[in-house]
């Protein structure tokens, strides 16, 4: 089975720029989380879908930020425009409703915004 | 507010050292606690999940034990390859809620 994937691994951009990173859940996950870890801190939560619907985004630190999970499959994570604080790893996790809590984290995407 | 703290945040082994991580959590009502490990690079993956006080798992050479206030996780006679960040989490038991509220972690390195 595969894992969850999540593109880019890095990415490095301009303040100002716009950058976008997606995830690839677990086949058959109907949740679907994504956080962050900035440096120095702890990992935090930052939204979590349902198949395709937001159940909580209570995590999103603005409105520069943008989720979107297209017909309950892979998700995209927009950011625009970046800010220098926006600089973390971005993790992606999922899970499925009727196997219980356990949520299975991607490789995570690292961004740099100078 | 929800809240977890875990100790040391770092730990030296000599390979077949025993020793136990601590993480203290305050949440209002606990769905479950969440253990997992993190090589440089790489996602958290999935230890165990602890849902009531008393409760034990294992796996391997490690497990982990819940009281109302705190978790230990115990690595009895590590090796190298245990070396890792061991990163703890709580669920909310409220509502729909989902979301995992973390640690700073422990970074326990296994000397051979």
């Known amino acids: 089975e595969a894992g969850v994937t999540q593109f880019p691994s890095h990415s490095v951009i301009e303040k100002g720029q716009t950058v976008t990173l997606r995830c690839d859940p677990i086949s058959g996950h109907d949740n679907l989380y994504w956080y962050r870890r900035v440096m120095g801190k702890e990992i935090k939560f930052l939204l979590h879908f349902v198949k395709e619907s937001k159940q909580d985004e209570s995590g999103m630190p603005n409105n520069r930020f943008l989720a979107e999970r297209t017909g309950g499959t892979y998700s995209t994570l927009k950011v625009q425009p970046a800010e220098l604080e926006d600089s973390g790893v971005y993790f992606c996790a999922s899970s499925q409703t009727s196997r219980g809590n356990e949520q299975f984290f991607g490789p995570g995407t690292r961004l740099t915004v100078l | 507010e929800d809240q977890v703290t875990q100790s040391p945040e770092a730990l030296r082994l000599q390979e077949g050292e025993s020793s136990s991580l601590n993480c203290s959590y305050t949440v209002s009502g606990l769905r479950g606690l969440f253990w997992y490990r993190q090589d440089p690079g790489k996602g958290p993956e999935f230890l165990f999940t602890l849902y009531s006080a008393g409760e034990e798992k294992e796996k391997e050479r490690l497990k982990a034990t819940l009281t109302k206030k705190e978790s230990f996780l115990h690595i009895t006679a590590p090796k190298p390859e245990d070396s890792a960040t061991y990163l703890c989490?709580?669920?909310?038991?409220?509502?729909?809620?989902?979301?995992?509220?973390w640690g700073l972690g422990t970074s326990l390195a296994v000397n051979p």
């Open positions: 989490a709580v669920q909310e038991a409220a509502g729909n809620n989902r979301k995992l509220i």
